[in-house]
């Protein structure tokens, strides 16, 4: 296992254009997280996966954003109809933990090395 | 939004010298993590505290962590050039949210 793989590493679109990320997290994890991260600042949290269930999304996850994780394995983060703002590195993580009381209370990701969009 | 926030925004060292960063959080939390971020790249994680610890150690890093004042700090002694990069932290909150919130970094320049 090479580790958390996102595709494409770079992106650049025009306005209004879709795009599509996809995170290969490692294989033993159960779960997936899409952090935003602009220029200067901490990764920003935008959406969780346990498995191929949706726990969390932000308020940053406008209707434009949707995520997905089919089959509990890949996950693929689309933006429709971009924007400049949504320039940005878009980064996946995973890690492995049991839900509820059975957790570590330990959760410590395995991040990828970032999809940079630049939106023109 | 960001959890905590860091300070200094920016550090500027010689080799050799220590380096200090100290972060700070709004909501009480289970535990407090620092990671490593080079430029242009994914965050590597570097150490854990759990709340009901104190100080951590793990190679030339060194973490503190006071809960009454909800704030860390991360030491890392004898630095190298290869530890140019930011440093953040991150917290997981004690009330069921799975999800880590970052502050906003430590930008670290070790000079030769």
């Known amino acids: 296992d090479t580790g958390v793989s996102q595709d494409p590493r770079h992106k650049i679109t025009k306005r209004g254009q879709n795009v599509t990320f996809r995170c290969d997290p490692i294989?033993?994890?159960?779960?997936l997280y899409w952090y935003r991260q602009t220029l200067g600042q901490g990764p920003e949290f935008l959406t969780y996966f346990q498995n191929e269930a949706q726990l969390e999304k932000s308020r940053l996850l406008s209707d434009r954003f949707s995520a997905e994780r089919p089959k509990g394995s890949f996950s693929t983060l689309e933006i429709q109809r971009t924007e400049q703002g949504d320039s940005a590195m878009y980064l996946c993580?995973?890690?492995?933990?049991?839900?509820?009381?059975?957790?570590?209370?330990?959760?410590?990701?395995?991040f990828g090395a970032g999809s940079r969009l630049t939106v023109l | 939004s960001q959890q905590g926030e860091e300070d200094p925004q920016a550090l500027s060292i010689q080799e050799g010298e220590n380096a200090t960063m100290n972060c700070s959080y709004k909501?009480?939390?289970?535990?407090l993590q620092w990671y490593r971020q080079n430029s242009g790249r994914g965050l590597v994680h570097l150490i854990l505290?759990?709340?009901?610890?104190r100080e951590k150690h793990s190679g030339r890093l060194r973490v503190t962590l006071d809960t009454s004042k909800k704030s860390s700090s991360l030491l890392i002694t004898a630095s190298r050039a290869a530890d140019t990069a930011s440093y953040f932290c991150?917290?997981?909150?004690?009330?069921?949210?799975?999800?880590?919130?970052f502050g906003t970094g430590t930008r670290l320049l070790v000079s030769p």
């Open positions: 991150a917290t997981e909150r004690d009330t069921g949210f799975q999800k880590l919130v």
């Open positions: 909501t009480s939390i289970n535990n």
């Open positions: 505290i759990r709340s009901n610890e």
């Open positions: 993580a995973s890690s492995f933990d049991l839900p509820g009381r059975m957790s570590s209370g330990a959760n410590v990701l395995t």
């Open positions: 294989s033993e994890h159960n779960r």
